[in-house]
């Protein structure tokens, strides 16, 4: 089964920066569309961000846009995000996931995408 770990959470002072990290055994991610999910406390799953199979194209909710980043280094596996001048409201836990699906647009529904890292928690400090 295909496993995504996440990493490179902490607590950060509010308008710090942080740069998460998702990796996957039993699977290569180059031929996949990747995305950010994070949820706090009480809330939903929130949808964060996407990355295209080649990496040409990218999405982002738009209380992120302009703040984070998603990038992709096919030759490392690896799925980034990185955060700059955070906000206390970005205090959450952060989900990396992979759709395995052919769409014609970067999925942004939680339920569009089929599997999930455990999580790594991000705590902004005000």
């Known amino acids: 089964q295909v496993q995504l770990v996440e990493s490179g959470g902490g607590l950060v002072q509010a308008g710090g920066s942080v740069r998460l990290s998702c990796a996957a055994s039993?699977?290569?991610?180059?031929?996949?569309?990747m995305g950010w999910f994070r949820q706090a406390p009480g809330k939903e799953r929130e949808f964060v961000a996407a990355?295209?199979?080649?990496?040409?194209?990218?999405v982002y909710a738009d209380s992120v846009k302009g703040r984070f980043t998603i990038s992709r280094d096919d030759a490392k596996n690896t799925v980034s995000l990185q955060m700059s001048n955070l906000k206390p409201e970005d205090t959450a836990l952060y989900y990396c996931?992979?759709?395995?699906?052919?769409?014609?647009?970067?999925?942004?529904?939680?339920?569009?995408?089929?599997?999930w890292g455990p999580g790594t928690q991000v705590t902004v400090s005000s």
């Open positions: 996931a992979v759709d395995f699906g052919l769409r014609g647009s970067l999925p942004r529904a939680k339920d569009e995408y089929d599997h």
């Open positions: 039993r699977l290569t991610f180059r031929a996949y569309t």
């Open positions: 990355i295209s199979w080649s990496g040409s194209s990218t």
